[in-house]
């Protein structure tokens, strides 16, 4: 039993370790390549129109990332506000669970 409490108190150790490592600093420089303000942009466009299931840039629909990070993103601007921070969570988030 101890042994399993133990584990389990490590890898919890372990997630937010490399959870710091991955969110310290998010929003302290402004979008780096163009590509990234443009993968900002379209979860912003669509908490703009309210529509999910579509993103898109100027009208123009975009199908280059998945729709699962795209939504959640899409959600990040209404919790945290319009920022870097915001923009790149979802991210870190997602990079920290893979590793």
């Given at each position: 039993?101890?042994?399993?409490?133990?584990?389990?108190?490590?890898?919890?150790?372990?997630?937010?370790?490399?959870?710091?490592f991955?969110?310290?600093?998010?929003?302290?420089?402004p979008?780096?390549?163009?590509?990234?303000?443009?993968?900002?942009?379209?979860?912003?466009?669509?908490?703009?129109?309210?529509?999910?299931?579509?993103?898109?840039?100027d009208?123009?629909?975009?199908?280059?990332?998945?729709?699962?990070?795209l939504l959640?993103?899409?959600?990040?601007?209404?919790?945290?506000?319009m920022?870097?921070?915001?923009?790149r969570?979802?991210?870190?988030?997602?990079?920290?669970?893979?590793?």
């Amino acid at each position: 039993m101890n042994d399993t409490l133990s584990w389990r108190r490590d890898l919890l150790l372990l997630f937010v370790v490399i959870g710091l490592f991955f969110t310290i600093g998010l929003g302290a420089r402004p979008y780096l390549a163009p590509s990234e303000a443009r993968y900002i942009e379209l979860p912003r466009q669509m908490l703009a129109t309210g529509d999910f299931l579509t993103p898109r840039i100027d009208g123009v629909a975009v199908f280059r990332k998945a729709p699962f990070i795209l939504l959640a993103a899409g959600r990040c601007p209404w919790l945290f506000g319009m920022d870097e921070f915001s923009g790149r969570i979802v991210t870190a988030l997602l990079t920290t669970l893979t590793a």
